[in-house]
């Protein structure tokens, strides 16, 4: 009787003591996320990381401490470069925000952080996939519409560059008029859901946002794409290459006001303060 009038005893202590350990870790993981928050704003990176780590290890449900171990690991990762580190450095980020996904699927700023790694690390079709889920969670976002844009431009250039090198000749932006008709045709299967899909989104990222310069640059440039395709059909060539220079003139237009607003608001504020 004496022994199993204890074991209830046992286990309460037991539970007390987990409760403090826990606690005490759940301290410790605040302090260092304090630390790492410091050396993260500080450029630290490295020490960073370490301090974000330890707060994870100690705490694996501050989802805080992930999110900035996320961060600046995608701080740290450098465009376009495919060194073994820099991949290195990308694939962590992609992880710790996939495992943020894990319990809120809906995380925005861990769809949005997936999808610019992979773009800097030129992996498009899932940098685009990344893309199509925050506007699951935000059709009106206008920067994922962009960003969509953008690459759909990408790919079709890097077609286009291609197929042009094959009869030695370059970009032009002018529709190419010298490409032969069977190259214009492999461009034309190659490109047009390219342009089609680009030019939705970059045209819908201006609907969203009506002074984005840049939506309406690559729109000028998606167009110079299209001309591409019209093979022989020179009215609708020239039609092209009209339309993107209208949008190509709207964007130095916005871009210009854009920055007289900016520099009149920083004008504001330093009277304001003076």
Request: charged share 25%; with cysteine.
């Amino acid at each position: 009787m004496k022994f199993t009038a204890r074991i209830p005893v046992l286990a309460a202590a037991v539970l007390v003591l987990l409760a403090s350990t826990t606690g005490c870790n759940k301290l410790k993981a605040r302090d260092q996320l304090n630390k790492g928050v410091q050396a993260y704003k500080g450029a630290q990176y490295e020490s960073a990381i370490d301090h974000f780590q330890q707060a994870v290890q100690l705490d694996p449900n501050l989802s805080m401490a992930k999110l900035y171990l996320g961060t600046a690991y995608a701080q740290q990762v450098v465009p376009n470069l495919e060194s073994p580190d820099n991949l290195k450095n990308a694939t962590a980020a992609i992880d710790v925000f996939k495992e943020v996904l894990a319990t809120n699927p809906k995380d925005i700023n861990s769809l949005k952080t997936i999808a610019s790694t992979y773009f800097n690390i030129q992996n498009f079709d899932l940098a685009k996939q990344y893309q199509m889920k925050v506007l699951q969670v935000d059709p009106n976002d206008a920067d994922a519409n962009y960003t969509i844009g953008v690459i759909d431009w990408l790919l079709a250039h890097k077609n286009a560059v291609t197929v042009l090198a094959s009869e030695g000749l370059t970009d032009g932006g002018d529709g190419n008029p010298k490409l032969s008709k069977a190259a214009c045709k492999t461009l034309q299967q190659q490109n047009t859901d390219l342009v089609n899909e680009g030019m939705q989104y970059l045209q819908r990222a201006v609907q969203i946002r009506p002074d984005y310069a840049e939506a309406m640059a690559y729109i000028n440039l998606t167009y110079r794409r299209k001309a591409d395709m019209e093979c022989g059909d020179d009215n609708a060539r020239k039609a092209d290459v009209a339309e993107a220079q209208n949008w190509l003139d709207k964007a130095m237009s916005t871009r210009k006001t854009n920055e007289e607003k900016k520099e009149n608001k920083t004008v504001g504020t330093v009277n304001k303060s003076s």
